[in-house]
Every structure is written in structure tokens, then in C-alpha cells.
């Protein structure tokens, strides 16, 4: 949530102040530096839709979205997301990423294998801890800060996740 839709909790299916942001943030820099989407707009859009960048299908995505918050709660949302989102190396899924990357079920993973994972859907073949260490670590930095910047964890524990060994697997 700190990385791809802080404002999760506070918006419904489509979060209009993350869309502005976008969109100012875009035009300043002449180029698609963010995105205005929600969790439930991702979601919908690798559950349904095509990742072709079209206004048509963004409208699609806004309703569907719409649609998925009427019948399913945020925390069922999330779970979905991160039950199908894209890892790298052909992990789709939370427990599949987990297994692949680090031997070992979610609810095992460290602070900083968790940081790490929640990096990777932004760019997961660019940003793949085996050929791309320093580019993941990164991003594992810049989502460890996003958590403290929110109040989620403490500056101490950020420090402490990002040094821990990974453990990641031998590919």
C-alpha cells in the first residue's frame, strides 16, 4: 500500500487527487513519470482488461473498478491484488513469489524480503533481484521509506530491513 496506493483506505475505486497528481506531475516532467491508478484498477485491469494505454479502456477500468469496491471489501481487494500481480520470473502471486524468490511462505517473510516484493510489480523484469541487485535494492530502499513516511514502521526498522541478508534463492 505504501508504494503503489497510499491513499488506499481514503479514496474509493478511483482515487480523482492521485489522478491530478499524476497528471501535473506527467505534464511538468514531458513524460509518464507516475500513475493515477488505484490497487482496484490494477487489479481490474490484470484480471480483465488489456494493457494497451487507451482512454476506452481506462474508462473500462474506472467502472469495473467502481464495480469491485460495490461487491468486495478493500481487504478482499488487496488480497486479490496481491494474489495475482505479477513478481517476475513467472510469480504471479504473493505465495508464489515468496516460495520462488526466498523459500518461504508470506507470512514468514521479513520486513525487508515483504519491502523488496512490494517493489517489484512496478517494474518486474527491469527491477529482478537476480540480474538487477542494485536497481531492486532501490526500490526495496524507496518503499521502506514510503513506509516511514507514513507511519507504518519506524526509521530504525527501515535501517535494519534494508541492511538484513535477503536470502534470496539461488536462481
Given at each position: 500500500i505504501a508504494i503503489e496506493d497510499k491513499r488506499y483506505y481514503k479514496h474509493g475505486?478511483?482515487?480523482?487527487?492521485g489522478i491530478i497528481r499524476a497528471l501535473y506531475t506527467n505534464t511538468i516532467?514531458?513524460?509518464?513519470l507516475e500513475g493515477g491508478s488505484t490497487i482496484t484498477q490494477q487489479l481490474v485491469k490484470n484480471l480483465f482488461l488489456s494493457s494497451k494505454r487507451i482512454m476506452s479502456r481506462k474508462v473500462?477500468?474506472?467502472?469495473?473498478?467502481?464495480?469491485m469496491?460495490?461487491?468486495?471489501?478493500?481487504?478482499?481487494?488487496?488480497?486479490?491484488?496481491?494474489?495475482?500481480?505479477?513478481?517476475?520470473?513467472?510469480?504471479?502471486?504473493?505465495?508464489?513469489a515468496a516460495?520462488?524468490?526466498?523459500g518461504t511462505s508470506p507470512s514468514r517473510l521479513t520486513l525487508g524480503q515483504s519491502a523488496l516484493l512490494a517493489a517489484l510489480?512496478?517494474?518486474?523484469?527491469?527491477?529482478?533481484?537476480?540480474?538487477?541487485?542494485?536497481?531492486?535494492?532501490?526500490?526495496?530502499?524507496?518503499?521502506l521509506e514510503q513506509m516511514v513516511d507514513q507511519?507504518?514502521?519506524?526509521q530504525a526498522e527501515a535501517d535494519y530491513a534494508y541492511?538484513?541478508?535477503?536470502?534470496?534463492?539461488?536462481?
Open positions: 475505486a478511483i482515487d480523482v487527487l516532467a514531458g513524460e509518464t473500462e477500468e474506472a467502472i469495473l473498478a467502481s464495480e469496491e460495490h461487491y468486495y471489501s478493500k481487504e478482499e481487494i488487496l488480497t486479490m491484488y496481491l494474489n495475482t500481480v505479477y513478481y517476475g520470473h513467472n510469480y504471479y502471486g504473493i505465495y508464489e516460495h520462488g524468490y526466498f510489480p512496478n517494474a518486474p523484469s527491469y527491477l529482478d533481484p537476480y540480474t538487477n541487485y542494485e536497481g531492486a535494492k532501490a526500490r526495496q530502499k524507496l518503499v507511519g507504518m514502521i519506524t541492511e538484513q541478508e535477503l536470502g534470496l534463492i539461488e536462481e
